[in-house]
């Protein structure tokens, strides 16, 4: 697999090498055709994309730029800016991998945190010097100290005392209602207990981003018992994959009656499909109108889906592309392909728009675009033939994963001028190289 790899990394060489290093249309052909031959093969063999492997792809720009971002995390000594990548992008499934990566080597610093304060003789000053520079991100171990440096004075207030100790003691109130450190006894400040819980919230909405269901079951628990609407539908979607319909509505509810856009949606889809509940699919769609209205591009698609099936209210096609147009602008690739496939459909003028959200998505790494767009090109549906322009797409497709270009791909080349290969040969690896 790994001459593999090398010969379509020398090809793409060869295209970015210029027009020189390509002097007749026949030289062209041959490697365009070698290449693109290999492309297929290799994308059969072992149903993978061709763009990961070389490492010049979308996907695989994508990842080297957050492998990137996680290694300068890594060479830094300071915590912080972990837990600060962590919370930034708790919902990027994308990151996932990464993000358990990030989460333990958190967790491994926090630890050595621990053990260096475990030798500390606990005091005011110490937990003091620890929540100054750890409580943001190691709240749990902050917690600890502050614990342990509670009882150490607990049970120093309750060892009688000598005579002299008596007297050096000032007299202090004996009011309930006085505060516990009046008491020589130092209250645990509100500020840990916060980072807890924040802290918990964090490890729910990561732990489910991750797919790690049952122990984000365990972590959403305390966060969604205390309110938290994120994690309220992250366990409705938990019980639901465990099969608790009962449990599953009950979260989706207290969710979506704090006008959580999720939640609102999960509980809208729960009305419609009968999830826990008697099927209401009117009900279902106002509340996924709800969530679309809060900016929800998952919503605004469902939303369309509803207006043109009927699904709870009658059939409203235009209600159907305002909608639909509305997750599209929000680069939802499936209602950009939704839209192309109703304007295409409908021929004419309209069939422009339908051009206009294949390039959409396909410029957005959507396979199954980039090959549609490359039939549109070919066959001058939605706008003028441009078989050049579909060479480019069937290439990039087939680079993507969509082995049916190859076929496409070997028709069109001959039917290129040499001049028309080199340009577009210099789009496709101006595209992979993200600069179109």
Same mark, same amino acid.
């Given at each position: ?33 070698? #290449? ?28 080297? =730029?957050? =492998? ?67 409580? #943001? ?10 614990? =342990? ?55 729910? @909405? ?18 969604? +018992?205390?309110?938290?609407?994120? +994690? =309220? ?7 639901? /994959? ?47 109108? &709800? ?9 605004? @698609?469902?939303?369309?889906? +509803? @207006? ?41 003028? &309209? ?7 294949? /390039?959409?998505?396909?410029? +957005? ?55 028309? /290969? ?9 595209? /992979?190289?993200?600069?179109?």
């Amino acid at each position: 697999m790994r001459a593999s790899v090398v010969a379509l990394a020398s090809f793409i060489s060869l295209l970015a090498s210029g027009c020189s290093s390509l002097p007749d249309r026949q030289e062209v052909l041959s490697a365009s055709g070698e #290449f693109l031959s290999k492309a297929g093969d290799m994308l059969s063999d072992q149903g993978t994309r061709l763009a990961e492997f070389t490492g010049l792809g979308q996907q695989s720009r994508q990842q080297q =730029q957050y =492998q990137q971002e996680v290694e300068a995390l890594f060479a830094q000594p300071y915590i912080d800016p972990l837990t600060r990548y962590l919370e930034t992008h708790s919902n990027d499934r994308s990151r996932a991998t990464l993000l358990e990566t990030v989460a333990t080597e958190r967790e491994r610093r926090c630890q050595v945190i621990a053990r260096r304060y475990a030798s500390v003789t606990p005091d005011q000053g110490s937990l003091q010097r620890l929540e100054r520079g750890y409580l #943001f991100s190691c709240p749990e171990q902050v917690k600890a100290f502050a614990d =342990q440096l509670e009882r150490s004075q607990s049970e120093a207030a309750q060892e009688p005392m000598t005579a002299q100790q008596q007297n050096a003691v000032r007299p202090v109130s004996t009011d309930s209602s006085a505060p516990a450190s009046l008491y020589g006894i130092a209250p645990q400040d509100d500020s840990v207990e916060l980072a807890v819980v924040r802290r918990q919230a964090s490890n729910c @909405y990561l732990l489910f981003t991750i797919r790690n269901y049952s122990q984000a079951e365990t972590a959403c628990a305390a966060p969604a +018992a205390n309110g938290d609407a994120k +994690a =309220q539908q992250h366990l409705a979607r938990i019980s639901e /994959l465990a099969g608790d319909e009962d449990k599953a509505m009950h979260w989706a509810t207290r969710s979506a009656q704090q006008q959580h856009p999720e939640g609102m949606l999960l509980l809208g889809r729960y009305y419609q499909d009968g999830v826990g509940t008697t099927p209401d699919a009117a009900r279902g769609l106002e509340l996924i109108r &709800q969530a679309a209205d809060k900016g929800l591009a998952e919503a605004s @698609y469902k939303a369309a889906l +509803a @207006y043109r099936d009927g699904k709870g209210t009658a059939i409203n096609t235009d209600a159907s592309l305002v909608y639909m147009a509305r997750a599209g602008e929000q680069n939802h690739l499936p209602a950009q392909l939704a839209l192309a496939t109703h304007y295409l459909s409908t021929g004419g003028t &309209q069939a422009t728009r339908g051009r206009y959200w294949l /390039l959409r998505a396909a410029a +957005a790494g959507s396979a199954r675009a980039q090959f549609r767009l490359a039939e549109s090109y070919a066959t001058g549906t939605g706008g003028p033939a441009n078989i050049q322009a579909a060479y480019e797409w069937y290439s990039l497709a087939l680079l993507n994963g969509e082995s049916r270009a190859q076929a496409e791909v070997d028709a069109l080349a001959p039917r290129l001028t040499a001049e028309q /290969l080199r340009l577009a040969q210099a789009n496709i690896q101006s595209r /992979l190289n993200g600069l179109q």
